[in-house]
């Protein structure tokens, strides 16, 4: 009779142990983006979850099933709509997360399954109240001379954090650090207007960086990116354009399949991705904008050859989802491989990241000097025979003159100069040669 009592308190251990096992959530963690707050719960297997909005306060319970805690969750909820997180178990077996809310939200939920760097997860998103879009007025002087509008796309971001180099030095902080150099740059200079798609750390869908640069009414799209490889011999920094017809190389082709796989990485649901490829694709195929992009691309490519050593001497094509704007040139600059322990530490410095900037920032200013967009500012300033450059940092005069084959003298006497003495973000006027 003992013994089997024994026996029936183990089977009974082994029931109960079995009924135990579930997901374990191993972190729970936040971002905060522009319109909404994104939770993450990482876990070690998938789980069904259901969400329940209640009123009187306003609160969100998330009750995942057969799960369990692998640690507290701590969160910095400063900046979001949520006031407070409580935590139970629930049925001896399910976990419930309340979230006690400030303000009201629009919640939705979905699972993504486990990838090469990533657990399985379950992503609830608080999406603010709707807004009016948010459409970028072109500063104007007059009527005829608009702005030239930059969308500048740091790549990556939040769950995403793109490629890893020596030291865990992340992509989305570099590109994120060399975009906010450049916004500045664009930002000085005069006739251009920048508009940062990404402003902090946060995942931006591949689609949503095209629909944001066309809302923005964008007259052309830059996005940052710092690659890896898998053989860390591999270096030089690139520029890359659309394909329609297929890589234009197995380099180009494999960098393109990794971006364009971000999005399961970063995190989105199935409702949010393109169905308009092949539309977009007739589009791209009718107009000038894969020309345009190729032809600024190149004049990119050429101004950073002066900073950094070259992958390639011509700008590559891929099938990159993010360039697929009909109407927008777009192209994506590789600023090195950060799999490259040296080019590691050159991106990891912020000197080298302005240099990096400086060069993107020259090439596309020269490619619109050359082909002003009509009724802006540098088209007026052009036919006026009036060339325009903004000094950046690491500038002289002696430099500029050189660039554009005229003398120091008649640089100082047409803005005035005195002596050598020059300023960031002052915009010369370059004289006739």
């Known amino acids: 009779m003992v013994q089997g009592w024994r026996i029936g308190f183990v089977v009974l251990c082994l029931l109960l142990s079995e009924g135990a096992l579930g997901a374990k959530i191993e972190e729970l963690r936040l971002w905060r983006a522009p319109d909404h707050t994104r939770l993450v719960f990482d876990l070690s297997e998938p789980a069904d979850h259901t969400l329940l909005e209640l009123k009187n306060p306003d609160r969100l319970v998330i009750d995942i099933k057969q799960a369990e805690w692998g640690s507290t969750p701590d ?69 005829e001379k608009r702005d030239i509008i930059v969308a500048i796309d740091a790549g ?25 150099e450049l916004r500045q740059l664009f930002e000085d200079a005069k006739g251009y207007q920048p508009v940062m798609i990404r402003t902090g750390d946060y995942y931006v869908s591949l689609s949503g960086r095209r629909k944001l640069a066309r809302e923005a009414q964008a007259d052309v799209f830059i996005s940052i ?31 393109a399949q990794r971006e364009n796989a971000a999005d399961l990485v970063g995190g989105v649901t199935l409702s949010d991705k393109d169905d308009v490829l092949a539309s977009v694709l007739t589009d791209l195929s009718m107009t000038s904008t894969l020309d345009r992009s190729l032809q600024m691309g190149s004049s990119v490519l050429a101004e950073m050859g002066n900073v950094a050593r070259l992958h390639k001497d011509h700008v590559e094509q891929a099938a990159f989802a993010v360039l697929k704007s009909p109407d927008i040139p777009s192209i994506l600059v590789e600023t090195g491989f950060i799999s490259n322990p040296t080019e590691a530490r050159r991106l990891n410095n912020s000197a080298y990241r302005r240099k990096m900037a400086n060069a993107i920032f020259a090439g596309v200013s020269d490619h619109f000097y050359a082909q002003p967009p009509p009724g802006t500012y540098v088209a007026w300033s052009k036919e006026q025979g009036q060339q325009t450059y903004t000094i950046a940092r690491g500038d002289t005069l002696s430099g500029i003159a050189q660039k554009f084959k005229v003398s120091v003298e008649s640089l100082r006497s047409h803005n005035n100069i005195n002596g050598s003495r020059i300023l960031v973000g002052q915009t010369l006027v370059i004289p006739r040669s």
Do not use: C, M, W
């Open 225 to 255: 990116h710092a690659d890896a490889f898998t053989n860390p011999q591999a270096n030089g920094a690139s520029v890359y354009a659309l394909s329609l017809r297929g890589a234009s190389s197995t380099a180009a082709r494999y960098l």
């Open 75 to 143: 969160l910095e909820l400063d900046g979001t709509p949520i006031k407070g997180v409580r935590t139970a178990v629930r049925n001896d077996r399910d976990i419930r997360v309340v979230l006690d809310l400030k303000s009201q939200v629009k919640p939705r939920s979905f699972a993504l399954k486990a990838t090469d760097t990533k657990k399985d997860r379950l992503v609830i998103d608080l999406v603010d109240p709707a807004a009016p879009p948010k459409v970028v007025a072109r500063k104007v002087d007059n009527s």
């Open 156 to 180: 990556h971001g939040g769950e995403d954090p793109g490629a890893i180099g020596p030291g865990k030095i992340q992509e989305k902080k570099v590109v994120l650090a060399i975009a906010a």
